[in-house]
């Protein structure tokens, strides 16, 4: 399966996957140079007919485990990398 993308050919700067389940995390960067992380989520699916295969955006109850795995897992990468940025602002300022 191919790496999915956004916009302009972007790559997730990590992605979390537990089984068919992934959170890419995007680094994004607003209107007023702030740099920040996101988000997204996906499903990968087959079809077993034609062999055919994609990502979607939809889940079933029985995705709920890992849904909630890939989330806290994202969510904690962001907060160490926020935490980390924070550190080297704040180390730069004392020195």
Not at 44 to 54: D, F, R
């Amino acid at each position: 399966m191919e790496t999915q993308t956004k916009k302009g050919g972007e790559k997730p700067i990590k992605t979390v996957r537990k089984g068919a389940i992934a959170a890419s995390i995007w680094k994004r960067q607003g209107p007023n140079g702030f740099e920040y992380f996101d988000f997204s989520l996906s499903r990968s699916w087959k079809a077993k007919s034609s062999g055919k295969e994609g990502y979607s955006p939809n889940f079933f109850h029985n995705n709920a485990d890992e849904l909630s795995q890939v989330v806290l897992e994202a969510a904690s990468w962001i907060a160490s990398q926020q935490a980390s940025s924070q550190a080297q602002v704040f180390g730069a300022t004392s020195a």
